[in-house]
């Protein structure tokens, strides 16, 4: 089994619309989640932190449950930039774990 | 602002053959990793290296050898290369702990082993 699994979409939707992704870990004792953002052929780059409280970037909300060891990101009023793979990523200790990443599809 | 620099960004090997990932960063960063891409994968670690002076394998470390030649410099080496090792290869620095979560990448290296 992964360490981190995502659904790998491919996600398409409409621009305007509201698009949310999960994630699953399996590590129990991972101290810290992130989001990731890589387009197509390039780096990946990190989107933003995950707190237990969730937490809000402009259009997009992380949300983190421990109890259920998954990982929410939600996208608002989608953008055709938006277009990209999020990959969802654990840390634990001095090492960062990555999903596969999802892939969104943003179109006007 | 170089950042993260990895050379070369493409590369055509014939199975036996070595080689080498360079990789620098001008960030004064005290961690640096390597990782290969593979579609539906995802990011797997190869090897990393905490601080100057140690290095660590990772989850997929076989058939690959890397040196922390200085605090900017981590290289990888492909002593005989593999048709499964036709990987996209990123390098990656951090601060010490990773506390912000944020690894910086260089923009990888396209590897095709035939």
């Known amino acids: 089994r992964k360490e981190v699994e995502q659904d790998p979409g491919p996600f398409n939707v409409p621009e305007g619309a509201t698009v949310a992704f999960n994630c699953t870990y399996s590590n129990s004792a991972s101290q810290s989640f992130f989001w990731y953002r890589q387009d197509c052929r390039k780096e990946p780059k990190l989107l933003m932190s995950v707190y237990s409280s969730g937490n809000e970037d402009g259009r997009f909300t992380a949300q983190l449950n421990r109890a259920s060891q998954y990982i929410s990101l939600l996208i608002r009023d989608s953008k055709l930039s938006d277009s990209a793979t999020y990959l969802c990523?654990?840390?634990?200790?001095?090492?960062?774990?990555f999903g596969a990443g999802t892939i969104l599809r943003v179109k006007s | 602002n170089a950042g993260v620099t990895q050379t070369p960004k493409f590369q055509v090997l014939k199975t036996g053959q070595s080689m080498t990932l360079q990789c620098a960063q001008d960030m004064n960063h005290n961690s640096m990793y390597w990782y290969r891409q593979d579609p539906g994968m995802g990011l797997r670690l190869i090897y990393y290296?905490?601080?100057?002076?140690?290095?660590d394998k990772g989850e997929v470390p076989n058939g690959y050898n890397v040196s922390r030649l200085n605090k900017r410099e981590f290289s990888l080496r492909l002593e005989s290369a593999a048709p499964s090792q036709t990987s996209v290869y990123f390098c990656a620095s951090s601060e010490r702990g990773l506390n912000t979560g944020e690894l910086f990448f260089g923009e990888g290296s396209r590897l095709t082993v035939l």
């Open positions: 990523v654990s840390r634990y200790g001095n090492k960062l774990v």
């Open positions: 290296s905490a601080s100057e002076g140690t290095t």
